[in-house]
C-alpha cells in the first residue's frame, strides 16, 4: 500500500488559525504581538528582502505586527549587535530574529547570542539550545520543532520508537534527535562518516532526514511501514532545464514502503513558518503571563 503523505500546507494552516487565537486573547488582554527582524543589506539581498516581505503578509493575516530593521551595507558587527540589544530592551517587541545569511565578518555565534533568550523567536540563541537538552521551558529550533509536529500528526506514539536521524546540523539534526529524545524515542544520530549507515536506517520506525543530498534516500535505506520525514533541499534542474526543489527522498519509491512520508516542497517548509508564528506568539504569552485557553507556560 502507497504511504500517506504528509500535508505541511495543511498541517501550516491549522497551526496558524491556533496561533491567530492565541493572538486574539493576547490583544484581549491588551498586549499586541510583534515581531522585530534585523536585516543587514548586501549587494544580494533580493531574496532575502523577498522573505521578509513574506513574513509581513504571513504576520499580518493573524494579527501580529512586524517591523523590519534594516542595516546598511558595510554594518559592523558591533552595530549588529547594538540594534539587537536595543530590541532586547523594547517591551513592545514581543520577539526578535536576524535575517541570515549575514555578512561576511560578521559571526553568526556572537549574533544569535545576542539575541535575550527570551525573545529568540527562532531558537538559535546557545541558551535556548542548552534548555531543549536539560528539557526546560524554551523556544526550540523552528525546523526542529516543526519535524517534531509533523511526526505526532500521523497518531505515532513515539515512546520506545527507534529514530534514525540523517545529519546531525546544530538547527536541525541535533536539536531533532533530543526532541525525539524527550519523548521517549530511541534515537541515532548519524553523519557522514557514519559506518554501514543503511544498516541503521532499515530498522528506523522513525526516518528524518536533513543532508541536502538530492535523492540520497531510496526503499532499500527505508523500514516498511517507517515514518519518513525529508528535511534537505536543493535546487536541481528539471527535464525542461528550469532549476526545481527536490529534497532527499526519492518519494516515489519510498512510498512503496514507508507508511508517511512528507514532501519537499509542501513539506516541513510550511510547518516551519508556522512554527516561527507559534513561537512569536509563545514569547509574547511568556513575557505577558497571559495565556490562551489549553496554552500554558509548560
Known amino acids: 500500500m502507497a504511504a500517506t503523505i504528509i500535508d505541511g500546507r495543511a498541517l501550516a494552516a491549522r497551526l496558524r488559525e491556533q496561533t491567530a487565537e492565541r493572538v486574539r486573547s493576547l490583544s484581549q488582554a491588551g498586549t499586541q504581538v510583534r515581531l522585530d527582524a534585523v536585516l543587514v543589506q548586501s549587494s544580494d539581498d533580493a531574496a532575502a528582502h523577498v522573505y521578509a516581505q513574506n513574513q509581513a503578509r504571513m504576520c499580518a493575516e493573524i494579527g501580529i505586527d512586524y517591523e523590519l530593521h534594516e542595516l546598511p551595507n558595510g554594518s559592523t558587527e558591533r552595530e549588529l549587535c547594538r540594534t539587537i540589544d536595543r530590541l532586547n530592551q523594547d517591551d513592545r517587541a514581543s520577539a526578535i530574529m536576524v535575517h541570515m545569511p549575514i555578512p561576511i565578518g560578521i559571526d553568526t555565534y556572537t549574533v544569535q547570542s545576542a539575541i535575550a533568550p527570551a525573545k529568540d523567536v527562532e531558537g538559535v540563541n546557545p541558551a535556548n539550545i542548552g534548555n531543549i537538552v536539560y528539557g526546560r521551558s524554551s523556544i526550540a529550533p523552528c525546523t526542529a520543532l516543526a519535524v517534531l509536529k509533523m511526526i505526532e500528526s500521523t497518531g505515532i506514539d513515539l515512546r520506545g ?46 526516518l528524518v532526514t536533513a543532508t541536502g543530498v538530492p535523492g540520497l534516500i531510496r526503499n532499500d535505506w527505508v523500514r516498511n511501514g517507517a515514518v519518513v520525514i525529508d528535511v534537505g533541499i536543493s535546487r536541481v534542474p528539471g527535464a525542461d532545464g528550469k532549476m526545481r526543489t527536490v529534497g532527499d527522498v526519492k518519494v516515489a519509491e519510498v512510498s512503496e514502503v514507508a507508511s508517511w512520508v512528507s514532501p519537499v516542497p509542501g513539506g516541513v517548509g510550511p510547518v516551519t513558518v508556522a512554527v516561527l508564528l507559534e513561537n512569536v506568539v509563545a514569547a509574547a504569552e511568556r513575557m505577558t503571563g497571559v495565556y490562551s485557553s489549553g496554552n500554558t507556560k509548560d
Not at 534514525?164 to 531533532?176: E, M, R
Open 161 to 206: 520508537k527507534f529514530a534514525v536521524c540523517v545529519g546531525a546540523s546544530d538547527i536541525v539534526g541535533k536539536p531533532v534527535a533530543v526532541l525525539l529524545m524527550q519523548r521517549q524515542a530511541t534515537v541515532v544520530s548519524c553523519t557522514k562518516y557514519t559506518r554501514d549507515i543503511t544498516e541503521l536506517t532499515r530498522k528506523a520506525d522513525i
